[in-house]
């Protein structure tokens, strides 16, 4: 009951923190809104593939950008100042939730901006929106896994994407792969698996972060 | 173990058997295969001793964090290394079985894809680790990351190719295992050989691995001898 309240006043602390800095919410939000912007100029409304596959790379590239603010934004004093007052579980925990948070708000965002601006192939569109938000929360998930180790090294920003980007292939191969499916009005067998198989993926980011985390946290 | 040898010889007994009678045996017909099916016995152990390799680094990886020595850093650290050059040593092997099986050596078959991949993953763990300068947070940094990469490997290596189609065997609507050579089971005659290739060649993988960690022991005595 404790490590829930602590991790509810972390979670509460970023929340609180974005709303009055606003800094990172709008500067991601630019970024979303200026890279589908550029790519209605350069593509206009493109076919369902070259669709499907840009809305996941701008997701992977929103990911890299929310994402990496979380830790990087922590000073040392200020993480000494966290690991007095709560376990490195509860930490972790946290900026998962956080990040999750944040990249839910972010791909629904991109997909009304895909919607309007790159014209609208869905067939079916409340499995795509069901989709689009779980695949945000499993980007956040690896990628915060990544940003805590990022943080500990240099050149962190850079040292994130390098490390990301090999790691989060087969997911992103998985999300295309099912997204497929709301461009056609025939089920495709096996969905139900490759979903499981995400959620599987997912549950084992957040497992292993919570046993790796602890060994991260001790500097 | 390391220093008895008798393992070294069972190394080089196997490999020379591998050679030997991997090239001579008398292989079944196996259709459009039946001409290359001998790279079979150097493809396949390649990918066997990666993850036999990649297996003993998590480990050492594990073994670091419950209880940091630098030795088994430098063991973890030379185990992925086998393990990578091993890797290399499979997708270049596959890549020439495929230019004349296939037709084209890179056809994007998602084995061959997430195979890439899956090397990439470990490419960044040496990244990741030249870029800590400080020695006990590279080691510490590079054993969670380990541990994470290896666990990425299962859903990379094992699951996703088995749901897709793929010229492989072993896949979406192809029967067999990729481990397997196709079919049910491995032809009596191409298993007599294939154990002893698999067991062999992983073997080799450690003795280098072996060579490697003293060589990096012997480094790491010059360098605290230099300090002092």
Redesign the interface.
Known sequence: MNSFKTIIALLKKDVLLEIRQQYSFYGVLLYVISTIFVLYLAMGQPEDDVWNGLFWMIQLFVCVNAVAKSFLQESKGRMLYFYSVAGPVDFILSKLLFNALLMLVMSIMSLLLFLVLMGNPLRQPFQFVGLATLGGVSLSLVFT?LAA?AS????QAA?MA??G???I???L??LM?IATIAFSSVIQA?LG??VL?LIG?DA?VIV?AII?FP??WK? | MIRKSWWKTLTAVLLVYTFIAGFLIKVPHVGNLYGSIRNFFFHVPMWFGMMVLYTVSVVYAIKY?RNPTITSDIYSKEYAKAGTVFGVLGLVTGALWANYTWGEAWSNDPKQI?AA?AL??Y??YF??RN???DLD?RA??G???N???F??LF??LW??PR??ESLHPGG?GVEGNPGMGGGKDLDATMRIVFWPAVIGWTLLGVWITTLRVRFEHLKEKQLVNAQL
């Open positions: 896994f180790i500990k090294a240099q050149q040292l390098i490390l980007f090999p790691i292939i087969p997911q191969l998985l792969k096996g698996q490759m198989l993926l084992m292993l790796l060994f991260l500097d | 964090l997430l991949i990439l993953i490419a960044a990244i990741l870029s800590v300068p947070k510490k940094l054993a969670v990351y541990v994470f990469a666990a990425m859903p990379t699951i996703i749901m897709v979406q």
